[in-house]
């Protein structure tokens, strides 16, 4: 998903969203990306951050998930999924539109489309029965395509894992959503609610994966931040030797010997 967000409802509901780079990596092995390339300099504050999303999933995303699939049958949390993912499709054209791709772009618009007209207003993905894959991507990965520089990991309130680049391109994915911008109340509001569906939908589906990182890892921030940053870079075609590193940063360096 996504990836990661639709709406600002989105980000109450982010912390588990840690799926969508679990759900890439769950089978990899965390200690496979360096800890040389791993610049965070805010380890602090982010630890303390991660806790209180953790317990937000505890108290409110993991139980809520559990019931949401209990009760909804597969079948339609599918539906749910793929009308969600078909919202997001307007911000895919816009982001592709910005880093040059412009045939991805017009995949997407088309694939809008076909889903509007003949999948049921997006509940069904008939694009994909055509062979129309779709290219999803964010302003994240557009901030990357012109140049600009992975900067630190922040673990952000209820967002979960990201960088200062994903940050920046989080805010502006918000801010471009057309759904949000264009619609009135409540209507605004739609794609947040399918998000929010399909975030815990996801949750639910992925329980063991998401709860062995989050509860038996015996440093679950470490290893959410490794998973987190080995997937986003994959995603980005990025090679280890290309992630950003202060220059100036030591890993192995006392972050409190000037206190």
Same mark, same amino acid.
Request: aromatic share 12%; charged share 20%.
């Given at each position: 998903?996504? $990836?990661?967000?639709?709406?600002?409802?989105?980000?109450?509901?982010?912390?588990?969203?840690?799926?969508?780079?679990?759900?890439?990596?769950?089978?990899? /092995?965390? /200690?496979?990306? !360096?800890?040389g390339l791993v610049y965070d300099p805010y380890e602090g504050n982010n630890r303390g951050t991660h806790e209180f999303n953790k317990s937000v999933d505890k108290i409110l995303l993991?139980?809520?998930? @559990?019931?949401?699939? %209990?009760?909804?049958?597969?079948?339609?949390?599918?539906?749910?999924?793929?009308?969600? !993912?078909?919202?997001?499709?307007?911000?895919?054209?816009? /982001? @592709?539109?910005?880093?040059?791709? &412009?045939?991805?772009?017009? @995949?997407?618009?088309?694939?809008?489309?076909?889903?509007?007209?003949?999948?049921?207003?997006? =509940?069904?993905?008939?694009?994909?029965?055509?062979?129309?894959?779709?290219?999803?991507?964010?302003?994240?990965?557009?901030?990357?395509?012109?140049?600009?520089?992975?900067?630190?990991?922040?673990?952000?309130?209820?967002?979960? $894992?990201?960088?200062?680049?994903?940050?920046?391109?989080?805010?502006?994915?918000?801010?471009?959503?057309?759904?949000?911008?264009?619609?009135?109340?409540?209507?605004?509001?739609?794609?947040?609610?399918? +998000?929010?569906?399909?975030?815990?939908?996801?949750?639910?589906? +992925?329980?063991?994966?998401?709860?062995?990182?989050?509860? !038996?890892?015996?440093? %679950? +921030?470490?290893?959410?931040? *490794?998973? +987190?940053?080995? @997937?986003?870079?994959?995603? &980005?075609? *990025?090679?280890?030797?290309?992630?950003?590193? !202060? $220059? /100036?940063?030591?890993?192995?360096?006392?972050?409190?010997?000037? =206190?």
């Open positions: 998903m996504s $990836p990661q967000l639709k709406t600002r409802l989105s980000t109450f509901f982010r912390p588990a969203a840690l799926c969508a780079a679990l759900l890439a990596t769950a089978c990899t /092995n965390a /200690n496979s990306v !360096d800890r993991s139980p809520a998930s @559990n019931g949401y699939g %209990s009760v909804i049958p597969q079948e339609i949390r599918d539906r749910v999924s793929e009308f969600s !993912d078909h919202l997001s499709l307007p911000n895919d054209v816009i /982001n @592709n539109t910005l880093q040059g791709k &412009l045939p991805e772009a017009g @995949n997407g618009a088309a694939r809008f489309v076909m889903n509007t007209v003949l999948g049921f207003g997006g =509940f069904v993905d008939v694009a994909s029965l055509f062979g129309m894959k779709r290219h999803d991507t964010d302003f994240g990965e557009t901030l990357h395509v012109w140049g600009a520089a992975e900067g630190a990991y922040v673990e952000l309130p209820f967002f979960g $894992p990201s960088t200062s680049r994903d940050t920046v391109g989080l805010m502006v994915d918000v801010v471009m959503d057309p759904f949000f911008v264009v619609f009135r109340e409540p209507t605004r509001y739609v794609g947040g609610v399918a +998000y929010v569906a399909n975030a815990m939908g996801d949750r639910y589906d +992925y329980n063991d994966t998401v709860d062995s990182v989050l509860y !038996d890892s015996a440093d %679950s +921030y470490a290893q959410s931040r *490794i998973i +987190y940053l080995q @997937n986003r870079r994959f995603e &980005l075609g *990025i090679e280890s030797e290309d992630a950003y590193v !202060d $220059p /100036n940063f030591d890993p192995y360096e006392d972050p409190y010997d000037d =206190f």
